[in-house]
């Protein structure tokens, strides 16, 4: 015991101490015959009771603290029995504690690093993250409301640029200062970036109490900042979500009160606007937004609408051009020029590519067995897709899948995707054609209108860009660009789609020049697919000619 460099007791059955070696003499104060427990914090006492009780049968392990004269010191304190002792044979415990401070000290720093801005010592978004699910459960089981509120500086860059980081610097510790000293114990205070931070207000929801909270850290921050001999003037504009009116998880309760934020920032600074669909509008590409996406994907929130492509002369559907939607549960339908750019940067679209290449040609099957008579569906590519090594897989397991032919799917693609890499575009567009599937080039005449890829590429299709459809039949240059199109299409064998047809004089127009097929507001809004298949059942278009055999263009 005395060689020992660990802390060594004897203990009787019940934690009392007999004896210790010096070294456990000098760290703590104690008399014998009295408890361990005496010297262990009070919250890790049940532990000790627990690891006594067991080590009768078998020794045991447990990490626990003790108190030395000045200090706490955490221990890992290993129990086992010794032997019977004298002649009443009464059992006694050997407890040898190696002194691990040192350890969970670095585990602590390091946990909190993970955890908090390393500038202003506040929770990170990692925390912050975890605080609000903490809000929500609690507020789910109580019934209670609470607000999220996203606070951003409203002229820190000109510090910034002015004065220098590390007056900057210096202007965010002081905010921050200012922001935990103005709220409660129970709220939770963020930085997340920048001159961007978030409180999470529990109990927060009427009318009143926002504005009490909220004048409070807007007048905390309009005071002057002095730095550096400089008196700097800042201000902040707050934005606010409020669970569970805007947004019921994380993810959402932030997005929205920055989205809050930004439009406070736009319409004036100093303000506080709470969040409201028809002011703010959805969030900006930034992290939130592209978790709530992914989130998305999981929650099944994206579907797909299909637009009429009917015949120019019978009025007769003839096929659906796929379209993808995202149905946010607080945001409504979010237009697809927000998350499509999204989802092309982060990979995104290959997963949501797959996904409707596959359902639309599924759906496809449903759409014939209402029309009773042959149909096809266009596909819209994106360029990331387009490039993927994976994509000809992905054609083949959604063809197979489906059962369907090649032939009754067009694969839509632009004219800035094919020019990327032509040598690689003709690569995969032949490959694309073996497999019958037809190609339809997208936006025809906005892009790059190299006339030679028509004659390289197996293109079966040109769609009319509706720019040049939206004027007819009053714009004699677009009627021209239309008729030169059609022209064009009709000596190389293609089928062509105009796009954007919303007149009954645009679609005169275009069928006495021999168009086709025609795609606009005239004949069908994109629409879910139970109003396609009512659309097909009622044949809302058709005329009285013959049905014709052949599904869509050539």
Not at 272 to 283: F, H
Not at 322 to 349: C, D
């Amino acid at each position: 015991m005395e060689a020992a460099g660990d802390i060594v007791f004897r203990l009787d059955a019940g934690g009392r101490i007999k004896a210790a070696s010096k070294r456990t003499g000098a760290l703590f104060s104690f008399a014998p015959g009295s408890a361990l427990a005496a010297l262990v914090c009070e919250a890790d006492q049940a532990g000790l009771a627990a690891a006594l009780a067991d080590a009768a049968g078998a020794p045991v392990r447990l990490e626990l603290r003790l108190k030395a004269p000045h200090k706490e010191l955490w221990f890992e304190l290993r129990l086992c029995r010794l032997q019977q002792g004298g002649a009443s044979g009464a059992m006694l415990l050997l407890a040898v504690g190696r002194d691990i401070s040192a350890q969970r000290e670095t585990e602590e720093r390091l946990r909190h690093m993970a955890t908090h801005d390393s500038l202003t010592e506040l929770p990170n978004r990692l925390l912050l993250s975890d605080r609000i699910r903490m809000v929500i459960a609690h507020a789910r089981r109580s019934g209670q409301h609470f607000a999220v509120a996203s606070i951003g500086l409203d002229s820190f860059k000109k510090v910034n640029d002015g004065l220098g980081h590390p007056v900057g610097d210096a202007v965010l510790r002081i905010a921050a200062a200012r922001l935990r000293k103005t709220l409660r114990d129970s709220d939770t205070l963020a930085r997340i970036g920048g001159d961007e931070f978030v409180a999470v207000l529990p109990g927060t929801c009427t009318e009143a109490q926002i504005k009490l909270v909220t004048g409070r850290l807007l007048a905390a921050l309009q005071a002057p900042f002095e730095v550096d001999k400089h008196t700097i003037y800042i201000g902040a504009s707050i934005g606010l979500a409020l669970f569970p009116e805007h947004a019921e998880d994380e993810v959402q309760l932030v997005a929205l009160a920055d989205a809050a934020m930004s439009r406070a920032k736009e319409t004036g600074k100093a303000r506080c606007l709470v969040y409201s669909p028809r002011t703010s509008g959805p969030p900006e590409h930034d992290i939130s937004l592209e978790a709530a996406m992914f989130q998305a994907v999981r929650e099944g929130e994206f579907l797909l609408y299909y637009q009429p492509i009917v015949d120019a002369a019978t009025r007769r559907i003839q096929g659906f051009e796929t379209l993808m939607r995202w149905k946010h549960p607080t945001l409504g339908m979010v237009p697809p020029v927000r998350f499509i750019p999204i989802a092309e940067t982060n990979g995104l679209i290959n997963l949501l590519g797959a996904w409707a290449l596959k359902a639309a040609c599924v759906q496809l099957k449903h759409f014939e067995e209402a029309a009773k008579r042959p149909l096809y569906i266009s596909v819209n590519i994106s360029p990331r897709q387009f490039r993927n090594d994976k994509f000809l897989e992905v054609l083949d397991h959604a063809l197979a899948f489906s059962g369907m032919s090649g032939s009754q799917l067009v694969l839509e693609i632009t004219e800035g995707t094919l020019m990327i890499d032509p040598v690689h575009a003709e690569s995969i567009l032949v490959k694309m054609a073996e497999r019958q599937a037809r190609i339809a080039i997208d936006d025809f005449g906005t892009g790059y209108s190299s006339l030679a890829y028509l004659k390289r590429f197996p293109i079966s299709v040109l769609k009319i860009d509706r720019a040049f459809i939206k004027d007819l039949p009053d714009a004699p240059k677009d009627g021209a660009i239309c008729n030169a199109v059609l022209d064009l299409a009709k000596h190389l064998d293609l089928s062509v789609v105009a796009e954007g047809v919303e007149t009954e004089a645009q679609l005169d127009y275009l069928d006495r020049r021999g168009c086709q097929y025609i795609q606009g507001y005239l004949t069908g809004k994109p629409m879910p697919a139970h109003a396609a298949m009512a659309a097909l059942k009622e044949d809302l278009y058709a005329s009285l000619m013959p049905i014709e055999t052949q599904a869509g263009p050539r």
